[in-house]
């Protein structure tokens, strides 16, 4: 709704409502609604402190139907894909830990059980996880293989019917909050996935405390030494690298929203305080150099998000492409960090503190640019599909 000043928001500016159904609108404001209340007042000091209450947030999520929202059957909300969408940048407009909390549990996690896991292994974990009564991280990344995961290390043998399974897997969302780890590595017979509860004995967790960027996140190391698995711990429907970069496009999708929020927050923030801050006898608002940054800011905002859009209405409507999926993010994640620096020079000095939020959804969104594909990557994944020649090695 317009401001009775005539002020009209980035949103408003591109009326960007019109473009979305009854039903989207209403889960866009019950999650903005959720993280007003619980998340924003906590936000700087979990933030701060580098620790966040895990196992309350995930029921809170939980309980709102967030987490796996865009799956169907065994607890999930089955929302369409822009519904999603929208809620990754609701919790991302707070912080993008709290987004990164539930692309990792519904968008790699459950959808790597949803997708590729047998009746048992779906049975025994997606109701609990939908319900944010278990955590589930995704175990990938290696010291030695980021954006090159076919190097992975981490390898699974038979011994009888079971499975061993040795190796370390690096910067794991989740990694020891969670209950569940679904972890990919090398078999005899190619790349698998391995559902495997964290108390089994011989896997160890260690947190990562020295982060300066999302540190409303929990990440780990996963040390697997020795695992042994029964082998009904396989999931029997993936069979190469393709399945664990299937879950990738997932969890990109919800950060091509995702940094949207941040990228909002910051803007509203600046326009905020732009119209506050008096210097040299005027609001700063009042000068066409703080302008010329509010408007560019909400140019790209506004174009990032109809980029969403049209990549959401692809995805509900089964076309989506992963190249795609990289302009997205690419584009998106880019666009958030600039939106999230020149904030930060809009409020001065006030900007480097945690009092406002800039700061920290720029140095969050650091991690974004690299997490789920580097800039590079998404950057060598379209002239892959623009070209036909592979640029990666
Ligand atoms: P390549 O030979 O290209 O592909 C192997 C097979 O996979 C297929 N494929 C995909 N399928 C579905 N979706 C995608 N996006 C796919 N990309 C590739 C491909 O068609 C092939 O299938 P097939 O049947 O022919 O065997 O593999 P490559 O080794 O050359 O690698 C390609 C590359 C560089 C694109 C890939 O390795 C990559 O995406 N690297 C980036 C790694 C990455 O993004 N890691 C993310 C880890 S998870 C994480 O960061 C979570 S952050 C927390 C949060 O989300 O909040
Ligand atoms: P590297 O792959 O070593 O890349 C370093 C630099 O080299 C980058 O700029 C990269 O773009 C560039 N580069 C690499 N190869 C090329 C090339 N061929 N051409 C040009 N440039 C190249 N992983 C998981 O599996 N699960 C998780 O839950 C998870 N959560 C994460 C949470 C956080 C906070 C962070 C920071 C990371 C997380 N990751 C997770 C890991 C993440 O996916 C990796 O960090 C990412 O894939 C990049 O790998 P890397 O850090 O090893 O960088």
Redesign the pocket.
């Known amino acids: 709704m317009t401001d009775p000043t005539g002020i009209v928001s980035p949103d408003e500016l591109f009326a960007v409502d019109s473009l979305l159904s009854d039903e989207e609108r209403d889960i866009r404001a019950s999650v903005r609604s959720l993280v007003e209340r619980s998340f924003a007042p906590r936000i700087a000091g979990w933030f701060e402190s580098g620790r966040i209450p895990a196992a309350e947030l995930a029921r809170e999520l939980g309980d709102l139907g967030l987490l796996g929202m865009h799956l169907h059957g065994y607890g999930c909300a089955g929302t369409s894909a822009v519904a999603y969408g929208l809620a990754c940048l609701e919790l991302e407009a707070c912080d993008s830990g709290l987004r990164?909390l539930v692309s990792?549990q519904g968008s790699?996690a459950m959808f790597a059980i949803h997708t590729y896991g047998s009746e048992e292994q779906k049975e025994r974990w997606l109701p609990e996880m939908a319900a944010g009564r278990a955590i589930g991280?995704?175990?990938?990344?290696e010291p030695d293989f980021?954006?090159?995961p076919s190097g992975m290390r981490t390898a699974a043998r038979r011994d009888g019917d079971d499975w061993i399974l040795t190796g370390t897997?690096m910067?794991?969302?989740?990694g020891s909050v969670a209950d569940v780890a679904v972890v990919w590595a090398r078999t005899e017979q190619g790349i698998a996935g391995f559902v495997v509860p964290t108390d089994t004995p011989g896997f160890t967790a260690n947190p990562i405390t020295s982060?300066l960027?999302?540190r409303a996140?929990v990440?780990s190391e996963l040390v697997m030494d020795d695992v042994r698995l029964p082998s009904s711990a396989r999931l029997p429907g993936a069979t190469s690298l393709r399945a664990p970069l299937s879950c990738l496009n997932e969890a990109r999708f919800g950060i091509v929203f995702g940094a949207l929020g941040a990228a909002r927050d910051c803007l509203e923030t600046a326009v905020d305080y732009a119209r506050t801050r008096v210097q040299f006898g005027r609001p700063i608002a009042g000068y066409q150099l703080t302008q010329q940054k509010l408007a560019d800011m909400s140019l790209e905002y506004g174009k990032g998000l109809l980029l969403a859009l049209q990549l959401g209405r692809r995805k509900d409507a089964g076309l989506i492409r992963p190249e795609q999926i990289s302009l997205g993010k690419l584009n998106n994640v880019r666009e958030a960090i600039a939106i999230a620096r020149a904030a930060r020079t809009i409020l001065g000095a006030n900007g480097i503190t945690t009092e406002y939020p800039v700061l920290r959804h720029a140095n969050n969104l650091e991690?974004v640019l690299?997490?789920?594909?580097?800039?590079?990557?998404h950057t060598?994944m379209i002239g892959q599909a623009l070209t036909g020649e592979s640029?990666?090695?």
Not at 137 to 141: A, D, H, N, P
């Open positions: 990164s990792v790699l991280c995704f175990g990938l990344t980021g954006s090159n897997k910067w794991i969302t989740n982060k960027s999302l996140s990440t991690s690299t997490y789920e594909g580097t800039s590079e990557m060598l640029a990666f090695r």
